[in-house]
């Protein structure tokens, strides 16, 4: 039950709700009692009074009328209070459920998140945090409406005899407490294997969506079914078992109901033959204790699934208990500027081969300098780029701005300072308007057709019936890939920092479209610092040093002539890449 400790502490700032939720659910529980105990003993004293002429005049019909009346009010009224607090607070409960969890994943992007494919973490932030939404609904308030409601019928009936309200307390611990531990031990794994069964499920579902085109191209969507649906199978027998646990405990709760009603009635029948209460006690005993059941039936249910709530909670902090691998410092340097530099920087993918990405690399960038990295694909290119905006740290080695470490900066003096535009660089399903936005929040329209100018998508977007309010699709399916690129790139723009990091931007252009677009863009940055990284020579010629890369290392440096006369494997490089 530890995994769940996390998650209830987040429930203090609703326990106003929870605590009003709970209230009104007692009293509509209490008023539900009262209401069929009281119906019992009014059908039965009236009965009685009926035996004898002078009895029923003397009878009085309009107190327990009212009081039916009453009780039936409270129950209708108590109920409707109780759902809307109860479900304000679930919804609260599910909002900062969800908040928490963003916030404590946010840190841990890219490194931290690379294990995880991108269903199973749709289904951690969606259906377990549903799944653990229910341990306020489920759990939390039927125990302490049923606790409460022990209480005030055990003392009502410990008021009339002691043996009566032991009789009760020892079935309704039986039904609240033996029969929930029953299921709980005979649902527990169950519950856990119909939460990963779940998970693979909707894992599954997401990867075939997203990748259903390339599955018919390759004729591998008939496997890919059978697969879901043999998922889907081992979710419904997980269910079916799940089933069954179900069925016996409605059973066995039934049957608890009926001994503790018959159970106290053989109790009762001496005390009302000793004049103790009247007879018309007994339907009001009998009727009571049987609607007093109705307050545990959900314990049982919530036990059963016991099991799938704490595997969900298993598994959201499997990713939340994890250390980002990069953090920032509480008190940062004030500010940094001057040249970007490498010293010795060794870097190796956690969980990979063990192999180094990048090997005792060094190189400087001064302020304002146009410089490209080049190299064949795999050489560390992008490795390097990831380390300059600190999505990893270097295993050794350091990275400085001026005479400050990149370690000492804040978050936002980073980001502030250098940007990146990777080769997976997202294009969220919205218009393109929205998305060049996400850079600037507070752009107009004249900088929003400036920074498409530049990245030279301007005329392509004017095009569109609706211009910058055209729908891009999921990850920029409406475009192609140079497009989306150059999408990338005007968001970019946007931003207005010093350091610029463009991992391959001319990917997907033709070769006249790439010297156009390297002319256009180190107009756009003149006087400010670009990094370059690529594998194409389009605009090499333009770049004031040119560092070249094989294996993790850097090679060589100098101009791209000064490079072309000396080094022999950049000149075979740039002959392989078209040059």
Known sequence: MRELLPFVRLFWPSRLWIFWGA?????????????????????????????????????????????????????????????????????????????????????LAPAGLLRH???????????????????????????????????????????????LALIFWFFFALAGLLVPLLVRHMGNQI??????????????????????????????DTRHRARLLEESERLLMQQERMARVSGLSSALMTLLAGLAAVSALFAAIPLAQQSVFDGAMLALI?????????????????????????????????????????????????????????????????????????????????????????????????TLAHLLVRFWDPRSGQITLGDSDLRQ?????????????????????????????????????????????????????????????????????????????????????LKNVSIWVLDEPTEGLDAVTQQQFMATLLDSLAGQTLILITHITAGLEAMDTVYFMEDGQLICSGSHRQLLRTSERYRVFTNCAGD
């Not at 019992?40 to 002078?54: E, N």
């Not at 945090?129 to 306020?136: A, H, K, R, S, V």
């Not at 119909?194 to 191209?217: N, P, S, W």
């Not at 920032?328 to 081969?353: D, M, T």
């Open 23 to 107: 209230f009104f659910g007692l009293a509509t529980m209490v008023a539900s009692v009262g209401l069929l105990a009281l119906s019992g003993w009014f059908l039965s004293a009236a009965a009685f009074a009926g035996l004898s002429v002078i009895s029923a005049r003397e009878f009085n019909f309009f107190t327990p009328s009212a009081g039916v009346r009453g009780f039936a009010i409270l129950r209708t009224g108590g109920r409707y209070a109780e759902r809307i607090l109860s479900h304000e607070a679930t919804f609260r409960l599910l909002a900062s459920l969800r908040v928490w969890f963003y916030q404590r994943i946010e840190p």
């Open 117 to 163: 494919r991108s269903g199973d973490l749709l289904s951690r932030i969606v259906t377990d945090i549903d799944t653990l939404d229910g341990l306020f609904l489920r759990v939390i308030s039927p125990l302490l409406i049923a606790l409460g409601l022990a209480a005030i019928a055990g003392t009502f009936l410990w008021w009339l005899s002691p043996v």
């Open 191 to 220: 519950g856990r294997t119909m939460q990963q069964c779940g998970a693979r499920l909707r894992t599954a579902a997401v990867e075939d969506m997203q990748g259903m085109a390339d599955l018919m191209v390759y004729g591998a």
């Open 286 to 382: 009998t009727f009571g204790i049987l609607a007093t059941f109705e307050a545990v039936l959900p314990i049982p249910h919530a036990f059963q699934f016991l099991g799938k709530t704490r595997e969900a909670a298993r598994r959201l902090l499997e990713v939340t208990e994890v250390e980002p691998a990069v953090t920032f410092p509480e008190n940062p340097c004030r500010e940094a500027a001057g040249a970007l530099c490498l010293k010795s920087v060794s870097f190796a993918y956690a969980g990979g081969s063990g192999a180094e990405a990048l090997r005792d690399v060094s190189l400087s960038v001064a302020d304002g300098a146009k410089v490209a990295i080049v190299g064949p694909s795999g050489s560390g290119k992008s």
């Open 409 to 493: 900066l804040s978050e936002e003096q980073l980001r502030n300072t250098i940007t990146l535009v990777s080769q997976k660089s997202h294009i969220f399903c919205a218009t393109m308007r929205e998305n060049l936005l996400i850079a600037a929040p507070h752009a107009d329209e004249q900088q929003l057709w400036q920074a498409l100018e530049q990245a030279q998508l301007a005329d392509f977007v004017r095009g569109l019936p609706e211009g910058l309010d055209t729908w891009a699709g999921e990850g920029g399916a409406r475009l192609s890939g140079g497009q989306a690129r150059r999408l990338v790139l005007a968001r970019a723009l």
